[in-house]
Each structure stands twice: as structure tokens, then as C-alpha cells.
């Protein structure tokens, strides 16, 4: 195992969770948390996919399948804003149905033909650094740098803009910034839509550059959910979010090729030989994701942490309190 091939591919893997996890921290931030991530990423992979099939433009499937998963959010927004219904549950049934949609019009899509992938570079003059170049800059797909883009520029949007501030504002006193003239349920609907855009192109990622060329119900592979859970391990801070989808890829690629050879450092390897030990070692990215949930739904370890203080909760106007 050449741990420089493992962090390549981990970043590449990782690319998929930062888009993700990128959206549902702008939703949260908003004060909506959207558990519709994997159903989202799944119809944008679909999507994706299946115009990139039918255009031979992966491009247009990628603005395509950002479109879909943006306006299936829309369905969020509208019940937990508009209807004030609880989060957690339209947020599951958002899942349900972005993922029932995506198998329906998405069946067969594996066998339809050849399907144009996104491009990959090796960026001149920085892939020649020592260890950061070949896992940073060699070969490595374009939307992969433009994750590299992503994260400074989120962090920098959330903390240095006036949009920034009207977010943060809307996601932590409602009530406050109402009063300030800002339309909270305007904004919650934009951030919302911004979130399912982002799990779209995580999404697109996967089928046309990740892992191209084929389409699935295992197509996320439940990444969906660790985004989630990576939004409470970041604190929703953009920068922790970037290091925890980064490590979390080097993971998923390191628990793949263990379980390989049959020697490693000249012993014997117990990840081949037993079958039920790889499938602990896959599930432990879940049993993380599982164990952050929990902490994070409880509410003084949410304060903690720095959640936002109207994260879940719906904002009726001349209420009390948030």
C-alpha cells in the first residue's frame, strides 16, 4: 500500500463529502437542518449521469443535476418554513423520496452506454512539491480543485460578508434580524436551495468523476449521512469541514486497500483472510456519523459545540424568543 496513492485517492474521495457537507452547513447556518442529503446527492447523481449519457456535455449534467437536487430542497423548505413542520421528519422522507425518484428514472441507466466523464489535470509546477504535489496536484479530477476553491471562499462568505452576517444572523436570532428589516424565511429558503445545489454537485461528483461511469442505489453509499454528521464534527466551521471530508476520504480508500494484500509489513493480514473484519472496518465511518448525531440532538452539547441557537426550530413572526 503506497500511502501517496491512498491520500490522492482519499482527497478525491473526499472532494464528494466536502460538497456535501459544504450545503448542509449553509442550511444549518440558516437555522434548517436537512437530513435530505443522501436522497439529494443520489437524484443528483442520476441526474448527472443520465444527461451526460443523453448530451455527451458532463458539464450540462453537472448544472443539471444541481438544478434537480436544488428544487427537490425546495420541498424541504416549504414544509419546515412555510408549514412549520418538524425538520428531522421532512428532512427523512426528503431522503425516501430522492432516492425512490432516482431508482425510478434511473433504472438501467448502468447499461445505456458510454458516458462522458469530467476532466482530470496535473496542475504545472505544484505537482512537483514534495508529498503535497502528487497528492494535491497530480492527476487530479477538476472538481477537485474547485473543492480547493470552495473551502476559503465559503469560509470568507460566512465571516467576512454582509450576506455572511445575514446568514449566521437569521440561523442564530431570527427575531433580531427580523427586526432589522431581513426576511428570515426569504433567506432560509435561498440557503436551503444553496444546500441541495452543493449535495447536487457531490452528487455529480460520484458518477461522472469520482467514481465514474456507472449509476446505482449504492451510487452514495450512505456519504450522504456522513455529511451530516461531519457538518456537528466541524462545528460548522467550513475550514474543519474541508480537514474532517479530506480524512474521511483517506479513510473509505484506506479501509478499500487493506483489505488487499495478504501480508502488510511482512505479516500476516487479518483483513483479508476474515471476511467480517472488513465489513467492521466499513462500518466504523457510520458508527462515527451515528455517534456525532446523537451528540449533537442533545441540546446543551449542541450549545457547546457552537451550534446555531435556531437550528431545527421554525420562526413564526412576533413569537417570543428566538
Known amino acids: ?23 448542509e452547513l449553509f442550511a444549518e447556518r440558516s437555522g434548517v437542518m436537512n437530513l435530505g442529503v443522501e436522497g439529494m446527492m443520489l437524484i443528483g447523481a442520476m441526474s448527472a449521469f443520465s444527461v451526460a449519457i443523453a448530451t455527451s456535455n458532463p458539464w450540462l449534467g453537472v448544472l443539471v443535476a ?16 412555510q408549514f412549520q413542520a418538524d425538520q428531522v421528519v421532512s ?8 432516492t425512490g425518484l432516482s431508482l425510478v ?7 445505456a452506454g458510454a458516458v462522458s466523464l469530467l476532466p482530470s489535470y496535473t496542475i504545472p509546477g505544484l505537482s512537483v512539491l514534495p508529498i503535497l504535489g502528487p497528492i494535491l496536484f497530480t492527476n487530479q479530477n477538476i472538481l477537485v480543485y474547485l473543492g480547493f476553491l470552495t473551502i ?42 444553496v444546500g441541495g445545489l452543493f449535495a447536487g454537485l457531490s452528487g455529480a461528483a460520484i458518477s461522472l468523476a469520482i467514481s465514474p461511469g456507472w449509476f ?43 483489505q ?49 441557537a435556531a437550528l431545527g426550530l421554525p420562526y413564526i413572526r412576533g413569537e417570543r424568543g428566538l
Open 66 to 81: 444541481m438544478l434537480v437536487a436544488g428544487l427537490l430542497s425546495q420541498v424541504h423548505a416549504v414544509i419546515t418554513i
Open 152 to 193: 476559503p471562499l465559503t469560509w470568507y462568505y460566512i465571516n467576512r460578508t454582509r450576506q455572511g452576517m445575514h446568514l449566521r444572523a437569521v440561523g442564530e436570532f431570527p427575531a433580531a434580524a427580523d427586526a432589522l428589516g431581513i426576511n428570515v424565511a426569504r433567506l432560509r429558503y435561498i440557503y436551503v436551495f
Open 260 to 308: 488487499g494484500p495478504t501480508k502488510i509489513l511482512g505479516l500476516r493480514n487479518p483483513f483479508f483472510y476474515n471476511s467480517y473484519l472488513g465489513f467492521f472496518l466499513q462500518m466504523l465511518p457510520f458508527a462515527f456519523t451515528i455517534i456525532v448525531l446523537v451528540i449533537g440532538s442533545r441540546e446543551a452539547m449542541r450549545k457547546r459545540i457552537g451550534a446555531p
Open 105 to 111: 428514472f434511473g433504472e438501467g441507466l448502468s447499461a
Open 1 to 23: 500500500m503506497d500511502p501517496i496513492i491512498i491520500l490522492q485517492a482519499g482527497v478525491a474521495s473526499g472532494t464528494v463529502l466536502l460538497f456535501a457537507t459544504i450545503g
Open 216 to 258: 446505482s442505489q449504492l451510487t452514495t453509499s450512505g456519504q450522504g449521512w456522513i455529511a451530516i454528521g461531519l457538518v456537528i464534527f466541524a462545528q460548522w466551521n467550513p475550514i474543519r469541514a474541508a480537514v474532517g471530508s479530506y480524512a474521511f476520504g483517506a479513510l473509505r480508500r484506506l479501509i478499500f486497500d487493506i
Open 91 to 98: 428532512g427523512l422522507a426528503l431522503t425516501f423520496l430522492g
